[in-house]
């Protein structure tokens, strides 16, 4: 599975939209972006997904660049309950073990 | 209500003695997974199964056993040959979706050995 990149840390004022990125050169053809993210001693929480087009569910969207290199994970009204470390993964096939990085640790001002 | 739940939440066992974890899923997954947590670092995964019956060991299966007699439980032993079972362990599970697997987590039971 291709390696990703994150920012360490970001910030976010409530109500703003939250821009998170990711950087994926690697990734081949068949892999898919997942975005997690996890709030302290809680269990990673699914948050989106996507291959080449760009996806949009009820919590967040999902932009990914026509090259597929990058991605940027988008909270479009960040609320204090949004403060987490978010997780870009590249994975592709079925089954197997999901591989977290080090994530962005986003926090949520009021 | 669908989900994935894992019982206890803390759990502390005494050295030298054998642990069960708990993970019951109501969401129809075929595959189940267990992953172990320390702190600050990323999720290593411990066993997962793609089918009753039948399961595979991870990357860090050593002083750990499972089994899968049901599709919607998945038990984890924490045996005495684990030798720093103190972690936070996940369990997750998934299904298959538009050509891929997306998998769902677990509260979390975070074990404690005193």
């Known amino acids: 599975d291709a390696k990703t990149t994150q920012p360490t840390s970001m910030d976010c004022a409530e109500g703003r939209a939250a821009n998170l990125p990711c950087n994926h050169s690697?990734?081949?053809?068949?892999?898919?972006v997942y975005w997690y993210r996890q709030i302290h001693s809680q269990g990673p929480q699914y948050i989106i997904h996507g291959l080449k087009n760009n996806e949009t569910n009820e919590m967040a969207s999902l932009i990914i660049t026509e090259d597929r290199k990058s991605s940027t994970l988008i909270l479009p009204h960040a609320t204090l309950r949004d403060t987490a470390v978010y997780y870009c993964i590249v994975r592709g096939g079925l089954g197997g073990k999901l591989i977290f990085g080090q994530g962005t640790e986003l926090s949520v001002k009021p | 209500d669908g989900g994935i739940t894992q019982s206890p939440k803390y759990l502390f066992r005494k050295e030298g003695q054998n642990v069960t974890l708990s993970c019951e899923q109501n969401?129809?997954?075929?595959?189940m997974y267990w992953y172990r947590q320390d702190p600050g670092q990323g999720l290593r995964l411990i066993y997962y199964s793609q089918i009753v019956n039948d399961f595979q060991k991870g990357d860090i299966a050593e002083g750990y056993s499972v089994s899968r007699e049901k599709k919607e439980s998945f038990p984890l032993t924490v045996t005495s040959a684990q030798k720093n079972p103190t972690a936070f362990y996940l369990c997750?599970?998934?299904?298959?979706?538009?050509?891929?697997?997306?998998?769902?987590f677990g509260p979390g039971t975070r074990l404690t050995v005193l």
């Open positions: 690697t990734i081949s053809g068949n892999e898919y």
């Open positions: 969401l129809n997954h075929d595959a």
């Open positions: 997750a599970s998934s299904i298959v979706e538009q050509g891929t697997d997306t998998q769902y």
